[in-house]
């Protein structure tokens, strides 16, 4: 399995950005993508996942509200495209944003595969 992510920057706070994880490779549905984010100094967060399956949905409580996981190519086993608008930008969510497929969750130790970090930076 191969993820990568892309879409990140430079953004002014009270901006916004969508990020985008393509993966692939997948033989089968029963898996989730979830979108990690780590800044310099703290540990891996989960922010939200999205289940292959069926579709459902969990966003970390820090992020309800601005952050907003999608995805295309549902209906494809192999490969699906998985998208996380974030609104609103705060200095705070400066980080290196991840995707990651594994179980349903925001577990770091639960992801198998990881792609590439793509880095945002919120800053006036």
């Known amino acids: 399995v191969q993820l990568q992510a892309s879409g990140g920057g430079l953004v002014q706070p009270g901006g916004s950005l969508r990020l985008s994880c393509v993966a692939s490779g997948f033989t089968s549905r029963r898996s989730a993508i979830a979108w990690f984010r780590q800044a310099p100094g703290k540990e891996r967060e989960g922010i939200s996942c999205?289940?292959?399956?069926?579709?459902?949905?969990?966003?970390?409580?820090s992020v309800k509200g601005r952050f907003t996981i999608s995805r295309d190519n549902a209906e494809q086993d192999s490969e699906e495209t998985v998208y996380l608008q974030i609104n609103n930008l705060k200095p705070e969510d400066t980080a290196v944003y991840y995707c990651?497929?594994?179980?349903?969750?925001?577990?770091?130790?639960?992801?198998?595969?990881w792609g590439k970090g793509t880095q945002v930076t919120v800053s006036s």
């Open positions: 999205i289940n292959r399956s069926d579709g459902q949905i969990q966003y970390a409580d």
């Open positions: 990651a497929t594994g179980w349903f969750g925001l577990d770091p130790f639960a992801m198998d595969y």
